[in-house]
């Protein structure tokens, strides 16, 4: 006797979406993304620039250290060379210790001193041979002409003579050697300032080429990030369609209800009671599942 049962399931055209629908995300879920597929969609780190790599080896060459080696995939410095040891201001510092100490002066010695000082002893010889011949005149004039008085005035006048020159000749010594010493303190002081003046300018370029390449890498950056984002969205992107087409079926499912259908079996067409409990849990659950209902 032939058995009857009455099977609660989709209209067939939905049945055929959600099998085909089923068989498409089946075989999505089965593909794992390729390697190069990983690697697009891995987060990646921009690598150092030449701003930031310039302003790394200024800083190191500041320090008196040698050329820096850098990372050929990633820009990051590996390691610095042997360098003078010698920071970028010492130099200056160096040249200030000439300048200082007690002979710090001679090497700011006019050149031309010692043709000053003949040429204004010559003038001064000169003066004194007028006066000296004054002398004599006058001793004619009144009858006193190699006497004792007029030998008396000629050996004081002399020995005055020798005196001024002396103290002439020290005197132009000494603002010579004065002004030699003003010329050093000078030279001191300005490389002093130099010395300090030079770290300030050179920690202005390490900042300037830093913040140029602190520009370039935030841009560096923000490419490879959108790069991964692309290829997130690429490999993303059937998911999306099916996720739509998923809960397109299951809206049509769920607010516009099907009538059910029969289906008649006969003992010979049934593998048992088991296999028809089977067969009838696969048709209502399955799809219902799939479905949300």
């Not at 990646?44 to 030449?50: E, L, R």
Request: hydrophobic share 35%.
């Amino acid at each position: 006797m032939a058995e009857t049962t009455t099977i609660a399931r989709p209209a067939p055209y939905l049945e055929a979406a959600g099998q085909t629908y089923l068989d498409l995300l089946t075989k999505k879920t089965g593909q794992a993304p390729t390697a190069a597929e990983l690697q697009a969609m891995s987060p990646q780190i921009a690598g150092q620039n030449v701003f930031t790599q310039q302003a790394q080896q200024q800083a190191a060459s500041q320090a008196g250290l040698g050329a820096l080696t850098f990372d050929p995939t990633t820009g990051a410095v590996t390691g610095a060379g042997q360098g003078t040891g010698i920071a970028g201001y010492q130099p200056f510092l160096q040249q200030a210790q000439q300048y200082s100490g007690p002979q710090a002066y001679q090497q700011f010695m006019s050149p031309y001193q010692q043709d000053v000082i003949s040429t204004t002893l010559s003038e001064f010889d000169r003066q004194r041979q007028i006066a000296q011949q004054q002398i004599g005149a006058q001793a004619i004039q009144q009858g006193a002409f190699g006497g004792a008085r007029e030998g008396i005035q000629q050996a004081e006048f002399s020995a005055q003579s020798l005196q001024d020159r002396a103290a002439l000749e020290a005197q132009l010594r000494q603002q010579g050697f004065q002004q030699a010493n003003i010329l050093a303190a000078q030279a001191f002081g300005q490389q002093g300032q130099l010395a300090s003046l030079q770290p300030t300018l050179a920690a202005q370029q390490v900042q300037q080429l830093g913040a140029a390449g602190t520009q370039n890498l935030a841009y560096q950056q923000a490419v490879l990030d959108a790069q991964r984002q692309a290829a997130q969205f690429q490999y993303q992107e059937p998911y999306t369609r099916l996720q739509s087409l998923g809960a397109g079926i299951t809206g049509l499912i769920s607010g516009y209800p099907q009538p059910g259908f029969q289906q008649t079996t006969t003992p010979s067409q049934q593998g048992g009671p088991l296999s028809s409990a089977l067969s009838a849990a696969a048709g209502v659950y399955g799809l219902g599942t799939l479905f949300g209902r």
